[in-house]
């Protein structure tokens, strides 16, 4: 003897009760009044506290009735959402924070003075003096490292692309990829190694750069590499079958078809590298003065300056202001590069239809 | 150039180019210009090769000399004395610091990170998709120093409220207590390092999760399956080892982040029992703060301790690219 499954539903209906499209905005506004109301009525000073309740509440909430009209399975569902977007609103905060805070004190200081004095004879923790000793620096330094790495980088994505087959070519490949994973400050040990204990030649902006060299490289590689292999093939075999030497059919036609992307994964090389502060701490030592020579004695460097205001100023106001107005310069400097970067991506994106 | 004359092939009538022309097996002609682009790019990725072991090299070659200069153990001392002799000096405390803190970073962004993706690639209205993975690309550019600066002065204040909390409800537990100090902790460093590495986790799994086979989602649906049961059974098992690698790329960053750490923790060469309790370090933030003070012996020491971490991210990351390049076919390779 069998009987049925019985249901609570009404017989003959195709689908089970439907919460309103409105319920979830409901559940959330409902959870966070009750929130606010345990936040006051328990004394929790914390806003973050109160967020936490309010999530749990809308959580909770939404299984709780969604289980009794719809059922379990769409309980769970509706949980299931409803966590997706507590994880966006979680990371949403600190990001947001984040930037908020960089503007908000950032600006403090900020001017036209700020961006053209260097730090000379300002003591850490008095107000005044300002970062143009340390952007000259980090602007010497990048652009050597980028003289450096691109080349290497360009010509190793085309040895990958159009010549590389076997063994070479598979080890240069994985190498790369694992190189992209070295940390800053190890490479920034290495050159310290080599070239500063070994050759002995000194804290300089250059040594900082050989650094920040070895970390541009595997990056200018990978985003070189995929422009290229973007190319059509056609448009290589149409060049080779005029008798163009394969060389020029590179120099001629792949590389400047694929000029606005590899221009763009250069420009967001310089952006990752311009804001590490590691390697330089350690090659580079920092200055309080202007020193417009990269080869000899030690620089200063933007991401290097905020550390040092920060550090070495115990807890002046002063030195904090301008740690904030530095990182947002910084921030501003590699923001703009990858609008800028981006742009020129979009823009000279091949049309090739695929 | 005359090809009309490969028919024949009468090879002493021909001239040099045409017989490299001719070979039935050649590529293309073989011009000096084309020898010497060859050999500068082929040099170029030999260079990068040269690059890498040369790191290897040196390193070793610097952490060799300090280490057999150690009056400690390298592997369990829990002293960092390199100022006088004889030195003692061990790694113990840092390892254990570098583990804590990116263990809890790994805790708290994996699974957020998998929810943020899911949100941009199934959940969120498609105007609002595309946006926000701009921004989240954005993020992921902002340098360590800031994301530092910002945790010093911004995160760590904001703290306190949290771990007074922890304390009383888990206080009880021995790692979650707290003994009241400023919240300069291992505890914080994970928290901030999870932050920084939220935009790689989520911008890779995003990537994957967009490549799961449209078929798979509706015959899914098809069966009658809710949104969730669609993601659980779809495309979470098909996006399982592109998380996988994603989380590991972004251990390799939580392992080797210094700036960050040096400015967040109040390091002590010691370990804390607790997790709130400040104190410890890791293996990069311990070398940008001894670095200024240290002698020529002391840098080799740091250098030694920078091999370790070196190796450590070697292994992490070659792991995380084996489980990409192994289904190469789905990740990446059409970016």
Known sequence: MTTPAVTDRPAGALRGGRLPRWFPLAVVAASIVVAVAIGLGAGLHSTVQWGLIAALLAVGGTYAVAARVEGRRQARDRVATSLVWVCFLVAVIPLASLIWATLRRGVKVLDGYFLTHSMAGVADTEPGGGVYHALLGTLEQVGLATVIAVPVGVLTAVYLVEYGRGGLARAVTFFVDVMTGIPSIVAGLFVLSFWILILKMGYSGFAGSLALAILMMPVVVRSTEEMLKLVPRELREASLALGVPKWRTILKVVLPTSLGGIVTGVMLSIARVTGETAPVLLLVWGTNFINANPFSDPQASLPLFIYQQYANSAGAGAAYDRAWAAALTLIAFVMILNLVARGIARFTAPTTGR | ?335
């Open chain 2, 1 to 335: 150039m005359q090809t009309s004359t490969q028919h024949t092939d009468p090879a002493s009538t021909l001239t040099a180019p045409d017989r490299a022309a001719a070979r039935p097996d050649a590529r293309g002609v073989m011009r000096p210009g084309d020898r010497v682009f060859l050999g500068l790019s082929r040099g170029a990725g030999i260079l990068l090769l040269v690059i890498m072991a040369a790191i290897a090299v040196f390193l070793t070659y610097r952490a060799v000399l300090a280490i057999s200069k150690d009056d400690g153990n390298f592997l369990t001392t829990f002293e960092w004395n390199t100022g006088v002799l004889p030195a003692k000096f061990g790694i113990a405390v840092l390892a254990f610091g570098t583990l804590v803190s990116s263990v809890v970073a790994m805790a708290l962004a994996v699974p957020v990170a998998v929810g943020i993706a899911l949100f941009l690639t199934h959940y969120a209205p498609r105007r609002l998709a595309g946006p926000i993975a701009y921004v989240i690309d954005l993020l992921a550019a902002v340098p360590s120093i800031v994301y530092g600066l910002w945790g010093a002065l911004v995160l760590v204040p904001h703290l306190n409220g949290l771990y007074g909390w922890l304390d009383t409800v888990l206080g009880w537990t021995g790692v979650l207590s707290w003994q009241g100090g400023a919240p300069r902790s291992l505890l914080t460093v994970g928290i901030l390092l999870a932050i920084m590495i939220l935009p790689i986790i989520t911008n890779v799994s995003r990537e994957v999760f967009r490549q799961v086979p449209r078929m798979h989602e509706e015959a899914a649906l098809a069966l009658g399956a809710t949104r969730w049961e669609v993601v659980r059974m779809a495309v979470l098992p098909f996006g399982r080892s592109g998380v996988i690698s994603a989380s590991m790329l972004g251990l390799g960053r939580a392992l080797g982040e210094t700036m960050a750490v040096a400015t967040v923790l109040s390091p002590t060469f010691d370990i804390q029992a607790s997790l709130l309790d400040p104190g410890g370090g890791t293996f990069a933030q311990n070398i940008a703060s001894k670095f200024n003070e240290a002698t020529e012996f002391g840098q080799d020491a740091l250098i030694a301790s920078g091999l370790v971490l070196f190796v450590i991210t070697l292994l992490v990351n070659g792991a995380a690219r084996l489980i990409i390049n192994r289904r190469s076919e789905y990740s990446g390779a059409h970016a």
